[in-house]
């Protein structure tokens, strides 16, 4: 692995990682919020030592991706997400790669699938549902619960601690979404760098705020909103995995979403994993990767 690299996109200088450069087939990992591409790191050698060129961007609002223009607006939407990952395999010329992502990850390899046909040869989602992006979605009491960070993010006093606490805020999240004693203090600082950048604290305010209705979006992903709501079918092999201890997105989040694939679509339980089954457990994620991509 290299320190960060750049690559020029429309809207971004998008930071990545990049391990095993001359692999024969390409994935590209995709973290979550509130963590950095370093959450990678224990899974990105062993996908690359099973061949594959790895590639771990910083989403945008994530340090040291940046805005390469101060007039565009620090929008965190789903479909904003979606169409950078697309913006990133353009750029970098990759031919229909592996996606895997965690959390808002997640979200952004499934709406990019959702904006273009066999831009991947698989997708894997980790610790959330696909067809979860409706504002107007029905969840459980105890799942309203779970989003506790969301609604308080929709108020000042939520602005104020996103702006101005934002470490002890995030924090917060790692402390209580999977079972205590899970992470080290190194491994929390080391991702902790990528919410100190400029835009950290905008981007993810706009995007709690937005996919609940309360804030408009930017205007050039209209198009893209309204393809992706109702979530599109989508027809490529994909497999969700799930800690049965996540306490962020409830795992019955990830349950009986087969209706939403024409292709093989494949779930895996976790037990005893929080959240972030990609720091917990890395070595179970990267074999059900290798194993699933493996095939058609």
């Not at 992502?101 to 040869?121: F, I, K, Q």
């Not at 504002?135 to 000042?156: E, G, K, V």
């Not at 929390?188 to 950048?197: K, T």
């Not at 930017?218 to 893209?224: G, K, L, S, W, Y």
């Amino acid at each position: 692995m290299t320190e960060y690299a750049f690559v020029t996109t429309p809207q971004l200088e998008i930071a990545y990682r990049q391990w095993n450069p001359h692999g024969i087939r390409t994935a590209v990992l995709l973290h979550g919020w509130p963590d950095s591409p370093a959450c990678w790191n224990a899974v990105a050698p062993a996908l690359a030592d099973a061949g594959y060129r790895v590639l771990a961007p910083a989403l945008r609002g994530f340090a040291p991706t940046r805005f390469r223009d101060a007039a565009t607006p620090r929008s965190g939407q789903l479909a904003a997400l979606g169409r950078d990952l697309l913006d990133f395999i353009d750029a970098l010329d990759l031919r229909r790669p592996v996606l895997v992502g965690h959390d808002w990850g997640a979200r952004a390899a499934a709406n990019a699938c959702g904006l273009r046909e066999r831009v991947a040869s698989h997708l894997v989602m980790l610790s959330v549902g696909y067809g979860t992006n409706d504002p107007n979605q029905s969840i459980s009491l105890q799942q309203a619960r779970n989003y506790w960070y969301h609604w308080f993010m929709a108020t000042p006093r939520g602005e104020r601690t996103v702006r101005e606490e934002r470490r002890a805020f995030a924090r917060r999240m790692w402390d209580t979404w999977s079972p205590a004693g899970w992470y080290n203090e190194a491994d929390f600082d080391q991702a902790a760098q990528a919410f100190d950048g400029p835009d950290w604290a905008d981007v993810v305010l706009h995007s709690y705020r937005h996919r609940w209705g309360f804030v408009g979006g930017d205007a050039r992903f209209a198009a893209d909103e309204k393809r992706l709501n109702p979530a599109p079918l989508l027809s490529i092999p994909t497999l969700a995995i799930h800690g049965t201890a996540d306490t962020c997105n409830d795992p019955e989040s990830s349950s009986g979403r087969e209706r939403f694939f024409s292709a093989r679509y494949e779930r895996l339980l976790l037990d005893g994993i929080g959240h972030f089954p990609q720091r917990e457990s890395p070595s179970r994620v990267s074999d059900a990767i290798v194993r699933f991509c493996s095939t058609e």
